[in-house]
């Protein structure tokens, strides 16, 4: 029961990484960002081991900061900044669904070479998939909020590696919640100090070329 | 051959309910929509009235435009023989009917757009070109999706992936058995040329897709085509319902009820996703497809990695 609900939420995850590959409005991706973040949080209930209040409070930790604290930050970000709604990749949207899709047939093929402990649940290919996804969306786009997405995605992959340490090294996991915290300074970064009001642009191709002129 | 009892009771179930499958979804979407709407049998109505009618053929046309409609509705037939429909087997089982069931859909869509360049119209040919560049990117999701159910049952005919055997194999592939019935649904929406993809009700030629193709044709030549298009939607809806509820285990009789309840929840699918989606720009429409064909990719990769 707890392994296959286990393997439900790791699918859902894949989805919503897809998702926000695919979508095309700002809104949509902090959407599908912010409910792969919630599921994230259950994660670490449904792993074998039972319910302690390190766990729940770890989940609970998770869901609020991933779920409702980040997302409403960079919503906050995109209104404050009057950013438009777009996502503008630099790599089309069918060929970061491609990518992704490579991606996916990499982490398999990948996990399928390491040792019988990784192999035996979906966790270790599924934390490969979202750190490349994320890496992807990292790569592809241009505006910093959507990069910032892309980020979070990272940091999910990473946690998500993480639970399978979780019993043994609890220190690991939380410090990867704590990793949020600098997902926060990086938004705050892009709305405090007003990039778009200074530059007329968020995209982070133009921030190479500041220079006083 | 295998014509038992029930599986020729299903096959002439889903031959004659079909217009009201789409019925359904027309009554659905103007239910949700506010409207009173057509009723549920009107398709019947129409086919009726169409048929006592005589056809009009312009002079540019030659035989293939009168060949065409009478070919659509047969290769969709054909299609429907090698599909499982009572659960069980089909009316033709083979060895890679799967393909079979594949590209007798595409040999029909082939004739149409034959047809519809065949009138010379420009309207019509940029439909036959939007509607094969969509059918093509629909056959990967298709092949994909029939990929995984090949690993998940190793047999290669649909009555093998579909019917009695599979159900064994749904408790340990049970997500990536979701997993291909959604992206079959998203492929019929595209195949049926319903709304993500194209819009049944669209009263302009420059938009429509599938439905600007058969403009020319009329009177019985109409009929045979409309009732083409409901009888795929009936089809694909019925393997929909063959992937998502293994039905080898239920009496002939409920088996059959199970695929009549199922094909009008398909309907009713069907008119709310037209209700409450806006149409996909021509652009978009690639990604949609790829977004469906990920779907099966994932889960043909993930029967794969457990093939328990």
């Not at chain 2, 038992?4 to 019925?23: Q, R």
């Not at chain 2, 005589?54 to 047969?74: C, D, Q």
């Not at chain 2, 056959?139 to 649909?158: A, D, K, P, Q, R």
Request: hydrophobic share 60%.
């Amino acid at each position: 029961m707890t392994h296959s609900t286990l393997q439900l939420l790791l699918l859902l995850i894949v989805l919503t990484d897809f998702a926000v590959l695919g979508s095309s409005r700002l809104s949509a991706c902090i959407r599908w960002i912010a409910l792969q973040g919630a599921v994230l949080g259950i994660l670490p209930l449904v792993t074998e081991g039972g319910l302690t209040i390190h766990v729940v409070a770890l989940a609970i930790g998770t869901i609020f900061v991933k779920a409702f604290v980040l997302p409403g930050f960079l919503r906050w970000a995109i209104r404050e900044a009057a950013i438009r709604r777009e996502v503008e990749p630099l790599v089309g949207y069918m060929g970061s669904m491609l990518l992704g899709a490579a991606a996916l047939g990499a982490a398999f093929a990948v996990t399928s070479t390491m040792p019988e402990s990784a192999r035996g649940s979906l966790v270790v290919p599924v934390a490969l998939v979202t750190v490349m996804i994320g890496m992807v969306i990292l790569i592809t786009r241009a505006k910093a909020v959507i990069q910032v997405v892309g980020y979070m995605m990272l940091e999910n992959g990473i946690y998500i590696f993480g639970l399978t340490l979780a019993r043994r090294v609890p220190f690991l996991v939380e410090a990867g919640v704590l990793l949020d915290v600098f997902v926060g300074v990086f938004i705050m970064g892009i709305v405090v100090f007003h990039i778009n009001r200074e530059f007329d642009s968020i995209s982070a191709s133009k921030l190479t070329e500041l220079r006083e002129s | 051959m295998n014509f038992t009892t029930p599986a020729v009771i299903a096959f002439l179930v889903v031959l004659l309910l079909a217009p009201a499958v789409a019925g359904v979804a027309t009554r659905t979407k103007s239910l949700l929509t506010g409207r009173k709407g057509a009723p549920t049998l009107q398709l019947y109505f129409d086919l009726w009235k169409l048929v006592q009618r005589g056809a009009v053929f312009s002079e540019t046309t030659t035989w293939i435009f009168r060949f065409a409609p009478v070919l659509v509705v047969a290769t969709i037939l054909l299609a429907a023989t090698v599909v499982p429909l009572d659960g069980r087997l089909s009316l033709i089982k083979f060895s890679g009917d799967a393909v079979a069931f594949a590209y007798a859909l595409g040999l029909g869509r082939f004739f149409l757009v034959l047809a519809a360049l065949d009138t010379g119209s420009s309207f019509e040919g940029m439909g036959a070109s939007r509607e094969v560049t969509f059918a093509s990117l629909v056959e990967v999701g298709l092949f994909l999706s029939f990929g995984t159910l090949v690993v998940v049952t190793h047999e290669i005919s649909l009555s093998g992936m579909l019917g009695a055997p599979f159900a064994l194999h749904w408790t340990a592939n049970a997500a990536a058995l979701v997993m291909i019935g959604a992206c079959l649904f998203a492929l019929l929406l595209a195949e049926c040329a319903r709304v993500p993809v194209d819009d049944p009700a669209t009263h302009l030629e420059l938009t429509m897709v599938h439905e600007v193709m058969v403009l020319d044709h009329s009177g019985p030549d109409l009929a045979l085509i409309l009732y083409g298009s409901a009888l795929k939607l009936a089809v694909l809806g019925a393997m929909i319902i063959s992937v998502l509820i293994p039905r080898a285990n239920l009496s002939p009789a409920a088996s059959i009820a199970v695929l009549m309840l199922g094909l009008i929840v398909v309907g009713i699918g069907v008119g709310i996703v037209e209700s409450i989606m806006a149409r996909l720009r021509l652009p978009k429409v690639p990604l949609y497809l790829a977004g469906a064909s990920s779907l099966a990719l994932f889960s043909l990769i993930l029967v794969l990695w457990n093939p328990a």
